[in-house]
């Protein structure tokens, strides 16, 4: 399945936390429908248009690397998501993986701007993705969606996909789950202020705001995203651990930074982070964060691309020093800072809270 690994079924962690871990109903907020392209489905969607690929091939091509190695992954294997009914396969397959690990919701972050930048439809793959992922409502995940533009396009092109966001927005907001609109890519392509006027009509519309920020860039950027764009929550965020000032200043103003440590790792971002030529787990900083009362949300990110299950990054984060009580904690806050009604969000919280209960 996407994202599964090894440690799915060894994640170095007592029974009592692993049984936790996998008992809990869980949400996911940063998660990028291109990047839950496992080998096999890779390799199934070369093949419908007539392109030779194994997966070995596709394993290869997500080994670990830097960031522009990721990127260039990234953009080699959605070049086989050509047709609506691509999408419709790769939604199918990640929506199994996120169901196997009691998972109840997610917020499916889609790469409108490649669909954009390879002359696509983005609304008839968005069609074809909605009725994919329909029948998993009934089996109990609930999805919605985020519209995602891409840094180093330029401005212009995310005005373009803002434009969509909001015309489903606002045309049919309960039928196509269209939530938010964030920007990707290379975050050191353009400074947050040339996409102000943009994020002010994302806002405007009612949709949430998103930005991937200190990353691989400064914390500055984390700032900027806060101060100029608005956001509410923050993708990755990691540099915010040079600066204890930001830090606090995240923790007051309840800005949620979405932490995907396996992805910081195979990335390479919290290597350059720390100006080192290689980053262990041991030195991610969602301990530090977490103790000093900064909001945080755990993801995957990219889990096919990563070989990672949301289920073992909960192990890493116990491995990394939460106890039993904190994880409960830190499953609450994908609820908390999800972009779900009040009522909605307290349903789910109360079934968190009902389940862990039973199991502590």
């Not at 919605?144 to 373009?160: C, H, K, L, S, T």
């Not at 984390?222 to 995240?250: C, K, Q, T, W």
């Not at 980053?279 to 103790?291: C, D, G, I, K, V």
Request: charged share 20%; with cysteine.
């Amino acid at each position: 399945m996407p994202g599964s690994s090894a440690s799915e079924n060894s994640p170095a962690v007592s029974p009592e936390i692993w049984a936790l871990i996998q008992s809990l109903p869980k949400a996911e907020l940063h998660l990028h429908l291109e990047g839950s392209i496992a080998p096999p489905i890779a390799a199934q969607l070369a093949a419908r248009h007539g392109v030779s690929v194994t997966e070995h091939d596709v394993s290869a091509r997500y080994a670990p690397g830097d960031f522009a190695q990721f990127l260039d992954a990234f953009k080699w294997v959605t070049s086989f998501l050509r047709a609506p009914a691509d999408y419709a396969l790769v939604t199918t397959s990640l929506a199994e993986a996120l169901l196997a690990q009691n998972l109840v919701y997610a917020e499916i972050t889609l790469s409108v701007g490649v669909m954009l930048l390879r002359k696509q439809d983005p609304l008839a793959n968005f069609a074809a993705i909605r009725e994919a992922a329909a029948p998993f409502e009934s089996r109990g995940l609930h999805i919605n969606w985020i519209f995602d533009a891409v840094r180093q396009f330029g401005v212009p092109a995310a005005r373009e996909v803002a434009r969509l966001a909001i015309e489903c927005k606002r045309a049919r907001p309960v039928e196509t789950g269209v939530v938010a609109f964030g920007i990707g890519g290379d975050e050191t392509a353009l400074p947050a202020s040339d996409f102000a006027s943009i994020y002010d009509s994302v806002a405007a519309a009612g949709l949430g705001r998103l930005i991937h920020a200190g990353e691989i860039g400064p914390a500055s950027a984390v700032r900027d995203a806060v101060e100029i764009l608005g956001v509410s929550r923050v993708g990755h965020g990691i540099a915010a651990m040079h600066d204890p000032l930001l830090m606090d200043f995240l923790a007051s103003r309840r800005v949620a930074l979405e932490f995907c440590p396996t992805s910081n790792l195979r990335t390479g971002a919290l290597a350059r982070q720390l100006g080192a030529p290689a980053a262990r787990a041991h030195q991610h900083p969602l301990a530090s964060f977490f103790r000093r009362g900064v909001p945080i949300t755990l993801s995957t990110d990219d889990p096919a691309m990563f070989e990672i299950s949301l289920n073992a990054e909960y192990a890493l984060a116990s491995r990394l020093g939460l106890s039993a009580p904190d994880l409960i904690r830190l499953a609450e806050s994908s609820f908390d800072y999800a972009f779900l009604p009040a009522a909605e969000k307290q349903r789910y919280l109360q079934s968190l809270r009902a389940t862990a209960a039973g199991i502590l």
